[in-house]
T-cell receptor, first 113, second 112 residues
Framework: NAGVTQTPKFRVLKTGQSMTLLCAQDMNHEYMYWYRQDPGMGLRLIHYSVGEGTTAKGEVPDGYNVSRLKKQNFLLGLESAAPSQTSVYFC????????????FGSGTRLTVV | GQQLNQSPQSMFIQEGEDVSMNCTSSSIFNTWLWYKQDPGEGPVLLIALYKAGELTSNGRLTAQFGITRKDSFLNISASIPSDVGIYFCAGQLQGSARQLTFGSGTQLTVLP
């Protein structure tokens, strides 16, 4: 049981390049989330999904897009990377009853130069 | 925006000391959770609290759900080097069934 798997773990992009971060969970969770973590800022929600085929904006959605074509996968896309998007990105998933909390992946460290 | 105030932001303590951190809000929460993040890893759930006044322990960790439902604290007793990391509080806001709200974290350093 792998839990939540994020790929890649590290990536360096040039300004203006695009990329997709993949999150996969094998726990049959309905809800999935993308967060970014920056020093002193805690975890900020980018986008989330409450089920296959659905997505919604979080606190800091600008510059990102997401897709949830399959229940187990949640993709985060950067269309034109900017240095301000240098961050550590975490994916999380949860049951529909979020009282049980989230299960997090181990993160993707992205640097945009 | 951020609706949870977590304090302190950072702590430096000697091995063996007890630690206390808390989260407060002006809003009412239905659930409080405490996570720990080790360097280079994602946060891992430590304790979940579901009822006002609830006091729950997990080994050397003890957490409480405030009576007013607007706060929670986490205590760590007899700290050890592996307690180093970032501790986050998180809560499910009343009326928000789809996502958790996170505090900004407490960076804990344990000195030998």
């Amino acid at each position: 049981n792998a839990g939540v798997t994020q790929t890649p773990k590290f990536r360096v992009l040039k300004t203006g390049q695009s990329m997709t971060l993949l999150c996969a969970q094998d726990m049959n969770h309905e809800y999935m989330y993308w967060y970014r973590q920056d020093p002193g800022m805690g975890l900020r929600l980018i986008h989330y999904s409450v089920g296959e085929g659905t997505t919604a904006k979080g606190e800091v959605p600008d510059g990102y897009n997401v897709s949830r074509l399959k229940k187990q996968n949640f993709l985060l896309g950067l269309e034109s990377a900017a240095p301000s998007q240098t961050s550590v990105y975490f994916c999380a998933s949860s049951y529909s009853i979020i009282m049980r909390g989230y299960t997090f992946g181990s993160g993707t460290r992205l640097t945009v130069v | 925006g951020q609706q949870l105030n977590q304090s302190p932001q950072s702590m430096f303590i000697q091995e063996g000391e007890d630690v206390s951190m808390n989260c407060t809000s002006s809003s009412i929460f239905n659930t409080w959770l405490w996570y720990k993040q080790d360097p280079g890893e994602g946060p891992v759930l430590l304790i979940a609290l579901y009822k006002a006044g609830e006091l729950t322990s997990n080994g050397r960790l003890t957490a409480q759900f405030g009576i007013t439902r607007k706060d929670s604290f986490l205590n760590i007793s007899a700290s050890i080097p592996s307690d180093v990391g970032i501790y986050f509080c998180a809560g499910q806001l009343q009326g928000s069934a789809r996502q958790l709200t996170f505090g900004s974290g407490t960076q804990l350093t344990v000195l030998p």
